[in-house]
């Protein structure tokens, strides 16, 4: 699944498909300057960066 990270605070949200923005399902990242967030997948932003998954973007999704 692909995620949008914010390097800033670290935390992981989910990508909104087929967007060519960073636009993520939650809308927190429409305001972050693009210099801070990167495209990585879910769960390789938990794995390597220890990112913390956004509540909103993940409250109704199962653990994976
Ligand atoms: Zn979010």
Redesign the pocket.
């Known amino acids: 699944m692909d995620g949008v990270l914010n390097e800033t605070t670290n935390e992981i ?2 990508y909104e498909a087929g967007s060519s923005d960073f636009r ?3 809308g ?1 990242t429409s305001h972050v300057s693009h210099d801070e967030l990167r495209l990585i997948s879910v769960e390789r932003a938990i794995s390597d960066s220890s990112a913390t998954k ?1 509540a ?2 993940f409250e109704n999704v199962p653990e994976y």
Do not use: G, L, S, V
Request: with cysteine; glycine share 0%; charged share 20%.
């Open positions: 949200h989910k993520t399902h939650c927190a956004c909103r973007c």
